[in-house]
């Protein structure tokens, strides 16, 4: 099918399709296998939440060791936890990059 065939015309407004759509913070793709969602959540941890584990180094003398592995571990966690439910029944090649983190 061509990309002109999936255009929707609505009074005198073209309507082009997306390869993919957020919503409540969760990326859905055209095929709904969740690659896109999981790409940018692997994206994300990898660029935000290191630069924040890079920043409690700062104070982790002041904090102390397990104050600072707690904090690093609620970070990530809270990062991968967002949009969780929409991730379950995925093929485990699907979630791989997740499990990795």
Known sequence: MSSL???????????????????LGVQFDYEMN???????TYKYIHVLVFF???????????LGRQL?????SALVISCLDCGNGMLAGLPQSTLAPLQRV
């Open 5 to 23: 065939d999936r255009n929707i015309v609505v009074g005198e407004d073209l309507i082009q399709p997306s390869n993919s759509v957020r919503s």
């Open 52 to 62: 924040h584990i890079r920043r409690l180094r700062q104070v982790r003398r002041v």
């Open 68 to 72: 600072s592995a707690e904090l690093v």
């Open 34 to 40: 969740m690659r896109v969602q999981i790409a940018k």
